[in-house]
Nanobody, 121 residues
Framework: QVQLVESGGGLVQAGDSLRLSCAAS????????MAWFRQAPGKEREFVAR????????VYVDSVKGRFTVSRDNAKNTLYLQMNSLKPEDTAVYYC??????????????WGQGTQVTVST
């Protein structure tokens, strides 16, 4: 079992930055690939970013490339998402997930409760 707790969400203006964190406890954090997903009101949950177990390899959805950076600190059992140049369309609940997949929701076994990010114009 892995327990995941997100933090760092909030209300910001377009162009601002936020850093989300995801603290993991339980089984070995470094055994899992980690990802961020998001779900906007009335929309399906979508993949945002993924980082390999070692942190060497990352994958991003096209809409956030160049603005978001996913990273992890295996010594601290923590996943991060640095979000720069935020846009109103980034407004969503952001979830971290642990698993062995790449971009598909069903490839991830453990999920946090989510943190709200709201970007105003």
């Amino acid at each position: 079992q892995v327990q995941l707790v997100e933090s760092g969400g909030g209300l910001v203006q377009a162009g601002d930055s936020l850093r989300l964190s995801c603290a993991a406890s339980g089984r070995t954090f470094s055994s899992y690939a980690m990802a961020w997903f998001r779900q906007a009101p009335g929309k399906e949950r979508e993949f945002v970013a993924r980082i390999s177990r070692s942190g060497v390899t990352t994958v991003y959805v096209d809409s956030v490339k160049g603005r978001f950076t996913v990273s992890r600190d295996n010594a601290k059992n923590t996943l991060y998402l640095q979000m720069n140049s935020l846009k109103p369309e980034d407004t969503a609940v952001y979830y971290c997930a642990a698993g062995r997949g790449i971009t598909a929701i069903n490839e991830y076994d453990y999920w946090g409760q989510g943190t709200q990010v709201t970007v105003s114009t």
